[in-house]
């Protein structure tokens, strides 16, 4: 059954500044249980508690809708690494990707997370521009960032001679699949703690490439 909206006039009268934002927690909520294609933007307005004609005014269909909510939540986590990354050019590479792989693993299982990853793996090929908008900026993104990353410990001999694109596509995998299975722990009893698993990760991952 769907969440019950605050249809209240007080609900409705909230400042206009703050309706993109409560739009765009509806449509969180709504793909999440609908998914993309089954999903009308008049669900979404019932959610958000506005006219239909509201939402039009900040996003014109569903497909921007779902470009903003990974705006919001992967692009702006790929921002803040790349910006973190300036702050380690110092520093030890190796420390920088356990640093980053602690934080990545936590917001890889947040709700909002889940919510894209699962829409992208199994609605994006019916909507072409969206799979376009995520594999250039998320997926290609990203992986430029982890590339970047490993090229510098490559040059500076922390890392052994590898390809650096090659290095971060089986980063991304790693910590992608781990991200479903840990979701669906009562499959696989044997998968340790939250703790354990990124142990495990990163031992594998950096054994693989450390010189």
């Known amino acids: 059954m769907p969440r019950p909206v605050d249809t209240s006039s007080a609900g409705r009268r909230r400042a206009p500044e703050a309706r993109p934002q409560q739009i765009l927690d509806a449509a969180f909520h709504e793909f999440g249980e609908r998914g993309l294609a089954s999903t009308r933007l008049d669900d979404i307005a019932r959610r958000a508690g506005v006219a239909k004609g509201t939402i039009y ?37 190796e420390s920088f990707i356990r640093e980053l792989a602690a934080w990545w693993w936590k917001f890889l299982r947040t709700e909002r997370v889940t919510t894209i990853h699962r829409l992208a793996l199994a609605e994006l090929h019916h909507f072409p521009e ?16 982890v590339a970047g990353i490993i090229a510098c410990g490559v040059e500076r001999g922390e890392f052994r001679p590898i390809d650096p694109q090659l290095a971060a596509r089986m980063y991304s995998a790693i910590w ?26 990163l031992d594998f991952y950096l054994g693989a490439i450390k010189r």
Do not use: C
Request: glycine content about 4%; charged content about 25%; proline content about 3%.
């Open 57 to 93: 005014l900040y996003f014109p269909n569903k497909e921007a809708l779902f470009e903003e909510m990974v705006r919001t939540t992967l692009i702006e986590a790929i921002t803040v690494a790349e910006q973190a990354q300036s702050a380690y050019e110092n520093d030890s590479i």
């Open 130 to 145: 969206l799979m376009q908008f995520f594999a250039d900026e998320v997926i290609a993104r990203g992986r430029r960032l």
């Open 176 to 201: 992608l699949t781990h991200s479903t299975w840990a979701a669906g722990r009562q499959f696989d009893p044997t998968l340790g703690s939250d703790e354990q698993l990124l142990a495990e990760m």
